[in-house]
């Protein structure tokens, strides 16, 4: 069974920038669309990034243009690269596939300090 671990996560100062990884087992990601999920307390998970087999990337409107998605198929790891981060950004932030997921693992916390 695949298991997705993420890692990357921290405090930081807003404005800052954080790079998360997302390693697999397996060579999965170059078949499957792969996301970068986060919840906040108290909010449903929402999907920040998703990125393709073919490398073809989408973001959601409150990240978009502060938040890039890569992937490196040798080393089955995604990345969400995140810049201009703000207070809002802070959650513990998952990766899985998308649109179906499999069971999540344990997240990365990223806390954005004002």
């Known amino acids: 069974q695949v298991q997705l671990v993420e890692s990357g996560g921290g405090l930081v100062q807003a404005g800052g920038s954080l790079r998360l990884s997302c390693a697999a087992s397996g060579s999965i990601f170059s078949r499957y669309t792969m996301g970068w999920y986060r919840q906040a307390p108290g909010k449903q998970r929402e999907l920040v990034a998703r990125i393709t087999g073919g490398g073809n990337t989408v973001f959601a409107d409150s990240v978009k243009g502060r938040f890039t998605i890569s992937k490196n198929g040798p080393k089955d790891t995604v990345y969400l690269q995140m810049n201009s981060l703000k207070p809002d950004d802070s959650a513990v932030y998952y990766c899985?596939?998308?649109?179906?997921?499999?069971?999540w693992g344990q997240g990365t916390q990223v806390t954005v300090s004002s």
């Open positions: 899985n596939f998308w649109p179906s997921t499999i069971s």
